[in-house]
């Protein structure tokens, strides 16, 4: 399954790639801030964009997008909650978003959209999975920082299935209290066979819970153990989102420590199943060839190359390049090479990827 990315990223990777791109991401709380405040900061950040456009473009194609450019500045939301913007305006296209993310002031002109930091700030938000147990039922809820959704999947959500299920051994027992823990452990078993299948599908961290007797048996049977971001005891079987919510807080307030765990067990693991791309040359190969499932790149990464005799292949780019083949930076063009073909990106602290050379790529397996 492949990761779903916003509509807006998706419109964005399928823009026509035409010069001038102009990308403005900046702050943007109007109901924070006075909004002559917020006038007189767009109009610092349209005056430069006008001032190279009419330097470095003709008069014909800058008038074009500065004319663009000042009818979207004119015409944003003022009543918006939202804390931030980021504007895109090329000849051909032109996109205005409203961002629930803080973003740092960023202006750049370009031949295409400066899609990273809007990847980045849209992967600020936190998403996990959360398995809860109970001695007779399972269910699997994808949550985020307001909400639950339950995920159908291959993890049995009641014990009830394994009843008529038992070995003849376990069906003679005359202790009932015997037979029900055997079956437990069963069915447990099958739920983490399940679990193991939607992680390939979910490469999110996951917390269980349930009560210390149930999750005593589950932490000893597991061959998920890399993945699982912490255990929650207690009965949960009932809980409401926000209970749920409540029970999980102290566990993701060290989001960035759960977050990079879980994505360099992810590296490991594909590592171990020859399923990885390594440095920005192996993984520009791999991800012309639309076989990128997670990208991790160092969030300061960039490399400057030139194109080899044929599209998978890449270089570094000498002092004297030839403009012809010249890439700014391969690493951006790769994040839009993966998320137009459904793949994933997420970013780390630079120095994190180091016996990576800085960027992996996840191949589909």
């Known amino acids: 399954m492949n990761q779903t990315i916003s509509p807006e990223i998706s419109e964005l990777t399928g823009a026509a790639h035409y010069r001038p791109a102009v990308s403005i991401i ?13 006038a007189d900061r767009l109009k610092f950040a349209t005056d430069k964009v006008e001032k190279e456009l009419r330097q470095n473009y003709t008069d014909d194609l800058a008038e074009l997008v500065i004319h663009k450019l000042k009818n979207i500045v004119k015409n944003l939301n003022f009543n918006t909650f939202k804390k931030s913007i980021a504007i895109y305006v090329s000849p051909v296209f032109e996109k205005v978003l409203y961002l629930d993310i803080p973003v740092e002031e960023k202006i750049i002109i ?95 961290p996951i917390f269980i819970m349930g009560t210390k007797k149930v999750l005593g048996y589950f932490k000893e049977l597991t061959k998920n153990e890399k993945r699982i971001a912490g255990y929650v005891h207690g009965n ?14 102290p566990y993701i307030n060290d989001w ?23 440095g920005i040359e192996s993984v520009w190969k791999q991800a012309s060839q639309n076989r990128g ?26 002092e004297s390049y030839n403009k ?38 996840i191949q589909y397996y």
């Open 324 to 361: 012809f083949s010249y890439i700014k930076d391969a690493v951006d063009d790769v994040i839009e090479r993966v998320l137009e073909n459904g793949g994933d990106i997420e970013f780390v602290d630079d120095g994190m990827l180091s016996e990576y050379q800085h960027i992996a790529l």
């Open 236 to 249: 949960y079987e009932e809980s409401t989102d926000t209970e749920l919510h409540e029970a999980l807080k």
């Open 26 to 38: 900046m702050p943007f709380e109007p109901k924070m801030n006075v909004k002559a405040e917020m």
């Open 256 to 278: 960035k420590k759960i977050k990079m765990t879980d994505i360099l067990h992810q590296l490991e693991k594909a590592a171990d199943a020859k399923k990885i791309a390594i």
């Open 293 to 318: 499932r997670l990208l991790v790149v160092e969030k300061d990464f960039t490399y400057t190359a030139e194109h080899g005799g044929d599209k998978g292949t890449i270089y570094k780019a000498t």
């Open 110 to 204: 370009d031949e295409s959209f400066e899609i990273r930091d809007l990847v980045f700030a849209k992967k600020e938000i936190h998403k996990y999975l959360v398995l809860v147990l109970s001695g007779n039922s399972s269910k699997v809820l994808l949550g985020d920082s307001s909400s639950f959704i339950k995920i159908k999947s291959n993890v049995p959500d009641n014990i009830d299935a394994f009843l008529n299920d038992a070995p003849g051994r376990v069906a003679n027992f005359s202790d009932p209290s015997e037979k029900k823990e055997i079956i437990l452990k069963k069915f447990l078993h099958q739920t983490d066979i399940g679990l193991n299948l939607l992680l390939h599908s979910y490469p999110f």
